[in-house]
């Protein structure tokens, strides 16, 4: 082919290129966390995670975009107790086991999700503490414990009660029309294990996009000798403590003993 006709080529390719539609783009969701790793020591009081990204490509919408974001932590089962008066003596009555569930959650938003997502939409998408999926073991039923259940209510306040459950609706803030940043709250008390992050992007009541991110809080030191120990070698760890209570006890007769 002549080194004319070639450029001809390339112009006639170039100029349908111009005239052709171009392809729609879609949204796509950035999300980063400030630290991946969280560490629990002796004199650990608590941390706050920054959550930030951005929304890139696509249209920009005249009303805006709304963010939701999940934290859920490591899943295990728990048990709440009814108590309830017997001969005059306050016992527990009845119990139920919630089978793996999260022992921490936090769902932060930059308004109401009664605002953002219509109810059907929110049942579906799981969203928030009233949609968040428990399932009791009751003797041998095991089912998804429903809105008004009464111990599903007091595990949800007893966990908000403690900070391991929160619902934020100005969790997040949008600093401009496509740059958002959240701040994720751990307390103290927070378990070690494996975070599962996930931000829903949300327009006119619908999810048009979602990325899932992560982090680990994990013990250091002293706290993860013992942690390790009980748990690889509980008879041994056992044993030791039992020990060391007899000889503290005994200790503890010999300083204060009265001759």
Do not use: C
């Given at each position: 082919?002549?080194?004319?006709?070639?450029?001809?080529?390339?112009?006639?390719a170039?100029?349908?290129?111009?005239?052709?539609?171009?392809?729609?783009?879609?949204?796509?969701?950035?999300?980063?966390?400030?630290?991946?790793?969280?560490?629990?020591?002796?004199?650990?009081?608590?941390?706050?995670l920054?959550?930030?990204?951005?929304?890139?490509?696509?249209?920009?919408?005249?009303?805006?975009?709304?963010?939701?974001?999940?934290?859920i932590?490591p899943?295990?089962?728990?048990?709440?107790?009814r108590r309830?008066?017997?001969?005059?003596?306050?016992?527990?009555?009845?119990?139920?086991?919630?089978?793996?569930?999260?022992?921490?959650?936090?769902?932060?938003?930059?308004?109401?999700?009664?605002a953002?997502?219509?109810?059907?939409?929110?049942?579906?998408?799981?969203?928030?503490?009233?949609?968040l999926?428990?399932?009791?073991?009751?003797?041998?039923?095991?089912?998804?414990s429903?809105?008004?259940?009464?111990f599903?209510?007091?595990?949800?306040?007893?966990?908000?009660?403690q900070?391991?459950?929160?619902?934020v609706?100005?969790?997040?803030?949008?600093?401009t029309t496509?740059?958002?940043?959240a701040?994720?709250?751990?307390?103290?008390?927070?378990?070690?294990?494996?975070?599962?992050?996930?931000?829903?992007?949300?327009?006119?009541?619908?999810l048009?996009e979602?990325?899932?991110?992560a982090?680990?809080?994990?013990?250091?030191?002293?706290?993860q000798?013992?942690?390790?120990?009980?748990?690889?070698?509980?008879?041994l760890?056992g044993?030791?403590t039992?020990?060391m209570?007899?000889?503290?006890g005994?200790?503890?007769?010999?300083?204060?003993?009265?001759d």
């Amino acid at each position: 082919m002549r080194p004319h006709a070639s450029v001809l080529t390339l112009v006639a390719a170039l100029a349908a290129g111009v005239g052709a539609p171009s392809p729609a783009v879609a949204q796509r969701l950035i999300a980063s966390i400030s630290t991946h790793r969280v560490m629990v020591t002796s004199n650990f009081t608590g941390d706050e995670l920054l959550l930030f990204g951005a929304i890139e490509g696509g249209p920009q919408r005249k009303t805006g975009y709304d963010i939701v974001a999940t934290v859920i932590g490591p899943r295990q089962n728990m048990v709440t107790y009814r108590r309830g008066r017997v001969l005059g003596i306050w016992v527990n009555v009845d119990s139920r086991v919630f089978e793996q569930a999260p022992a921490y959650v936090a769902v932060l938003s930059n308004r109401p999700l009664d605002a953002i997502a219509g109810m059907e939409t929110r049942r579906r998408l799981q969203l928030g503490l009233d949609h968040l999926p428990l399932t009791q073991r009751a003797a041998v039923t095991i089912a998804d414990s429903g809105l008004d259940d009464p111990f599903r209510r007091a595990f949800l306040d007893l966990m908000q009660r403690q900070r391991l459950y929160s619902e934020v609706t100005n969790g997040v803030t949008l600093m401009t029309t496509t740059f958002y940043r959240a701040s994720i709250p751990l307390p103290a008390t927070v378990p070690v294990g494996n975070y599962d992050v996930e931000v829903r992007l949300f327009a006119d009541g619908k999810l048009i996009e979602r990325t899932p991110s992560a982090f680990e809080v994990y013990k250091a030191g002293f706290e993860q000798y013992v942690s390790s120990a009980a748990r690889n070698h509980g008879f041994l760890y056992g044993l030791t403590t039992a020990m060391m209570a007899l000889a503290t006890g005994w200790l503890a007769s010999v300083i204060f003993r009265r001759d």
